[in-house]
């Protein structure tokens, strides 16, 4: 060992072989060991040094992605371009990863789904309701790009954007044909 392998991974698989071979290892501690070899061999220089000895030697990107269990875009994804390049790309992804699935605490009115919680209707009501201008509604876009659907009941405070609300607010009941006068109207409805 030593020619391919990182110091740190050749130490790891040699851990694993030494508890591989002790029939009274820890059931526990070859799992760990397995686990570690793993993600030493997943983020192993030896990988990204074969791949390019491969492709100078003329194989492509389809019997490189066969050889490693991969589609050809993710073999490309994970070892085309420069060193740089790579880091870049794999910063990125570990950014993506990292970045909160849930919905923010600190977002303004309520989601669509906690709007029809306290108004006691289905969702597909409340959107019928921001459709006809009843309720208002805004979409709110993150700094990352996320947006989300927000719902304003009466008495909540709007928040104050400069973009257009995707639902303006109902000032007033919708009209009726009744002509506006002072008189009662005299037409049966």
Known sequence: ???VLSPETAAALARLTALDADSQAPALERMRAIRAVLALLDADPAALA???DALA???GWTEIAQAA???PTAAKWRWQGTDA???ARLDAGRKRSTRPSSVP????GHS???AAGRLGVSVQAVYLQVSRGRLISRTVELADGRSYKRVFL???ALPSTTEPSTTEPSTTEPSTTEPSTTEPSTTEP
Do not use: F, H, N, Q
Request: aromatic share 4%; no cysteine.
């Open 69 to 71: 269990g991969l589609k």
């Open 1 to 3: 060992m030593g020619y």
């Open 105 to 108: 605490t600190d977002l303004p």
């Open 85 to 87: 390049e790579i880091t």
């Open 57 to 59: 030697d003329g194989a």
């Open 154 to 156: 009466p008495g909540d």
């Open 50 to 52: 074969s791949v390019r």
């Open 112 to 114: 669509v789904a906690e």
